[in-house]
Every structure is written in C-alpha cells, then in structure tokens.
C-alpha cells in the first residue's frame, strides 16, 4: 500500500495556476515540500497509471471528451521520462503523442499554429505535445531572430507580437475548450542547478551520452529570459478551462505524481460513462447470443 500518502486526493491542485493574472514564478518552488520515499513513489505511481488505463478505457468508449496533455520545460527537465511513466498503462490505440522540435521550411511558411492543429486528439483520445505551440512566446520571444525566419509582413511585427500571440493562443484553446477538448498544461519547473547536475549526468554515463546537446549549454545561458517568458506566457493563459501546472522537478518521481494526479482528478472530473444501450438493444443482445449458441459447429469446420 502506498505510504508517502502524497499520491492521489487532488494534491496537484496546489500547482494548478487557473487564473494566470496575479502569477508569479517566484511564488513557485523547483523542489517539493514533502520529503518522499523513491519506492513507495514508484508505487504509487504503478496504482496511478492503472487507475489512468482504466480512466481512459471509458474515455474511449464514451467518445465524447478527448484531453490533451502540454508539456512544456527547460532541458532536461524530464519530459520524456514523465510522458513515458505516467502513460506507460494506456491503450496506444486512444493515445497520441507529438513532439515538437524547430520548425521545417514547410512548418515555417504558415501560421504558428498550423504544425500543432493538424495534431490536436481526437474525440475519446488522449494527446499529448511534448513542447507545443507554446514554443512560440518561450523560445522565440527568447530568441527574436526565430521570428524573424517566418517572414511575417513587417507591419504585423509590432512590440505588441508576443501580446497577440498569447491572445491568439487564448482564443486557439477557447476553442478547443468548446468543442470538447480539456487541455492541461504543465511547466516542469527545474532549477538550474539540477539541470547542471543532470547534464553532467549525460556526459559521465554513457548510456545518457546520446541525450547531451552541447547547444544546451548555450541555451542555459538564457535561464533568465526563458523564466521571465514562462511567467508571461502563464500570466496570459492560465485560466479554468486550460490550467497550468507549475510542478516542482528537481525530484523526478515527485513531479510524475504531481502530473499523473492531476490527469487522474481531470478524468474523474469528466464524470465518464460507457455508453448505454437502450432496452430494445439489450433485448436484442439475447438474441444474437441464442443465435451463435444454435449455429452448426460443422460450417466452421477446414
Ligand atoms: P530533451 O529535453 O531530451 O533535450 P527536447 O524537447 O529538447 O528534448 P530536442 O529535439 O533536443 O528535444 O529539441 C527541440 C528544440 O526545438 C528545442 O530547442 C526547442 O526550443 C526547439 N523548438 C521547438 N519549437 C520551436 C519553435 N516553434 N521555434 C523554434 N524552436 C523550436
Ligand atoms: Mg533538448
């Protein structure tokens, strides 16, 4: 039985940031409070994602909601990992998981949000971005000249860029919202000495080696223009219908309870049912069953 009682009872909602406007990273914290045992974590975990597999099974079957679930952090954070963990019950078949990286030519000729629309789940499924079209007020408001390679029009290029973006942004998940799609989005919130400390990881074993990118090093140096963009970014688009959780993760298995509880509250949350079959199909059933009971075994027979 799990121990660290940490697990489970909504405790996410202390990261849920649903009303962005007084939204300060400060207020946030990179490690947890509670001090966890690893094990009974993993535990836990193990009766999360099944609670998940099951969650999603009716989802599925209801056909009505589908959840996307945005990742978005510094390197190394662990995104992959807690993607990886917190799904690693569900049917591949209702899942969908996208990643996104920089923009092709193609991606690039059309509007930000084009690349991620074409992806977005479908009805009864879970999505997942691992980055999204967050990207687009992260690292490009971090690094102008990526906005400059989309050749927009100069006079749609005003300070007010990054302002507009988050509205569009806003409205983009207005209507996702609306048409049945529920969007939770998390920031992995490491503190760069952990990210140091991770990086070293990847150069001493050799088994992470494949994971360093020396352009991660350079990136780092932008720590905080990357944190004072996050903060922008959430301040304009946490609201009820497309949260962000802000999730301590300097401490792996801390930060995949936090996130598969929060997914765990939404599904209960959804109130999902299998769909039931009126009394004329129920009746019908039994005599489909009679059928298959009386046929000749001999047809069947090569
Ligand atoms: P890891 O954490 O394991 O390194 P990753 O998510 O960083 O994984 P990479 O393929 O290393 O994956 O990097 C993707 C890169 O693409 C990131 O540097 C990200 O900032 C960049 N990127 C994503 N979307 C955009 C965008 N719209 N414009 C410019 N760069 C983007
Ligand atoms: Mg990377």
Redesign the pocket.
Known sequence: MAKNNIGKNNFSKKYRVDDGGKFQLKDCKTAPDEKINENEAEAELKEMVEEISDLQNVLYADNKWSLLLIFQAM??AG??STIKNILSGVNPQGCEVY?????SVEELGHDFLWRTSKCLPQRGNIGVF??SYY??TL??RVHPE?LKAQNLPNNLVTENIWEERLDDICAFEKHMARNGTRILKFFLYLSPEEQKARFIERIDNPKKNW?F?KN?LY?RTFWKKYMYAYEETIRHTACEHAPWYVIPADNKAYARLAVADAVLSTLKDLDLQYPSLSNEIIVSLKSYKDILDKEERDIYKI
């Open positions: 390197d190394a995104k992959d990643a996104f990286g920089r923009p691992n980055r990207e687009e690292v490009a990526l994971k990118d991660d990136e």
